[in-house]
């Protein structure tokens, strides 16, 4: 079969990637006793994806917004606000909120360290644009999942009539107007391109058009925000927005919503440990992609006056599942039904659409006794490159082992196949688990795990 013939070339491919991340042991690392059913209560923290959009989108005001509920231990947190510092923006914390103001914006040369370690930093392309002022941005990074194109904000940016230019070196924007009037139609709903467009459009004082926007939560999170500090934004049909560019954006308080990709996680573990959990503050309205395929494994997921309740009842059956632009079943969620199908009675199929290279922690959890061969699938990514599938053949049984957390969410995964094997796993390269967990050990503890954090 050609999947089968395909497989070792991607398995070496992995084992490659895997490696190149490879720290040294006496950095921090993750403990973790595994074989323990998760059981208890747990809330929500506030979501990376819409706090960093949120932080960036409080900086076009002219006065101070106030943003509730931004998760700041994060490591991209604070490398996101460094960035805004440096361009001029006011950024403080008062307790547990964030205070943000972009008056004294000014553009200029981001720091090629910093923007090169999180894929956020092209947001400052639209934060600049709005307020007029040159920018550039070295070729901004983050997780190793592929080939993730920034050519969809760039040819938004031109069709609304600023002047942007990529080199080798990164991407150019100059001081300049925008046009009275324009229309931006993507190939793909694009998460960051959809927020560079409206960062750039709320402040232009000119009309824009906008078709084929992501309809993600965390973009509605965003929007919320803005239409509270002034900014004119509507949907005219499904998947189309209209601008309508004001002269200045104005105070506002905004609460960042919750985590829907920490609920999914929890809800891996729940129901790779066979345990049952409440998980406050989260929703299944924003994961029904998701907790549909994990009822149909055999999960309970209910929904609750102010939470969701999950429960293993029964060994999980194979679901086969693709990734798609939201409503549908998210990729960075993907890693984490790998590990509750390694624990499904028969053979299940991952197809990622969106992005190749996501499949690096594959090779992590074959080595906690996992049965995952990654293919070719077939197919091209929305990002151009060839797509790969993962087949995952259900084995019941994991063993505590030395792990590499890849990147974040197959970090996750690797974390969360760990408190399912029977002893000990030590999961290094910690940094990219906590790029997008600030609270990692602490909420699955709440829950009965056994986690200890090293520090040396």
Wanted: proline fraction near 4%; charge should be negative.
């Amino acid at each position: 079969m050609e999947r089968a013939r395909s497989a070792t070339g991607a398995a070496s491919r992995l084992a490659t990637a895997a490696e190149a991340v490879r720290p040294r042991l006496h950095e921090p690392h993750l403990i973790i006793e595994g074989g323990q059913a998760l059981h208890g209560e747990v809330t929500l923290p506030g979501a990376k994806n819409a706090a960093l959009p949120a932080i960036v989108a409080a900086c076009l005001a002219d006065e101070e917004v106030t943003l509730h509920g931004v998760p700041l231990g994060l490591n991209d947190v604070q490398k996101l606000i460094q960035l805004l510092q440096d361009s001029g923006a006011e950024v403080r914390q008062e307790g547990s909120d964030l205070i943000c103001r972009g008056s004294s914006w000014r553009g200029g040369t981001l720091n090629a360290e910093l923007a090169g370690k999180i894929r956020h930093s092209l947001l400052l392309l639209g934060a600049s644009a709005s307020w007029r002022q040159g920018l550039f941005l070295p070729l901004p990074g983050g997780c190793s999942i592929g080939n993730r194109k920034h050519d969809l904000h760039l040819l938004a940016l031109q069709q609304m009539g600023y002047r942007m230019e990529e080199s080798e070196l990164g991407l150019h924007l100059a001081a300049s107007e925008p046009l009275a009037e324009s229309v931006v139609d993507f190939s793909y709903p694009t998460f960051g391109g959809t927020l560079n467009v409206l960062f750039a459009a709320v402040k232009s004082q000119s009309t824009v058009t906008l078709k084929h926007a992501a309809r993600n939560p965390e973009v509605l999170d965003v929007i919320d925000l803005l239409r509270s500090m002034g900014a004119r934004i509507e949907w005219t049909e499904p998947g189309t927005l209209r601008i309508e560019g004001v002269e200045r954006l104005q105070a506002a308080e905004h609460t960042v919503m919750s985590d829907r990709i920490i609920a999914a996680t929890i809800i891996s573990a729940v129901g790779a440990t066979r345990g049952h959990a409440i998980i406050r503050n989260a929703s299944t309205r924003v994961l029904e992609a998701e907790t549909a395929a994990w009822r149909a494994a055999g999960l309970r997921i209910e929904e609750l006056a102010d939470g969701i309740r999950v429960a293993w009842e029964r060994p999980l059956r194979p679901v086969d599942v693709e990734t798609a632009a939201y409503p549908g079943f998210h990729t960075d969620i993907q890693p984490l039904h790998t590990v509750l199908m390694m624990h499904a009675m028969g053979i299940s199929e991952l197809k990622d659409t969106i992005l190749d290279g996501r499949f690096a922690y594959c090779e992590e959890l074959n080595k906690l006794g996992a049965d995952i061969k990654v293919v070719d699938g077939g197919f091209t990514c929305v990002n151009g490159a060839p797509g790969q599938t993962a087949v995952i053949s259900g084995t019941g049984q994991l063993y505590g082992t030395d792990l590499v957390a890849t990147d974040i969410r197959g970090g996750a995964a690797v974390a969360v196949a760990a408190m399912a094997a029977h002893g000990t796993s030590r999961i290094t390269n910690l940094y990219q688990l906590e790029r997008g967990y600030d609270s990692f050990r602490e909420i699955f503890t709440q829950l009965g795990a056994t986690i200890h954090r090293i520090s040396e």
